[in-house]
């Protein structure tokens, strides 16, 4: 079993070939594909996780939609004065399908 640790949108994500995976807005290229930063590498018994044979690792991820996340409302309010503020947000995400880890 192959599977991989990647840094993407400021977490870790363990992932294998075929996980969907919700991160922060990420621009793909002209092919619809990015590549995630590893992290660490299993492969069966074999544990990588020295940044000069990780360098040699590429997780490629196929972008299949950008998207936004729920709506976050931000409300203060201070008692006695007429303070009143609102304010939302909105992430931007991207979900993308892991095709190869190599």
Do not use: C, H
Request: net charge positive; proline share 2%.
């Amino acid at each position: 079993m192959v599977y991989a640790v990647v840094r993407a949108g400021g977490r870790q994500e363990k992932v294998e070939v075929g996980t969907i995976l919700t991160i922060d807005r990420a621009k793909a290229d002209d092919k619809g594909k990015i590549k995630l930063a590893p992290v660490l590498l299993v492969d069966g018994d074999t544990i990588t996780s020295a940044a000069t044979e990780l360098a040699n690792v590429t997780v490629t991820a196929e972008v299949l939609e950008d998207l936004r996340g729920p709506k976050v409302v931000i409300q203060k309010f201070k008692n006695k004065t007429g303070y009143k503020k609102r304010q939302g947000f909105r992430a931007e995400l991207t979900r993308v399908k892991i095709t190869e880890i190599a």
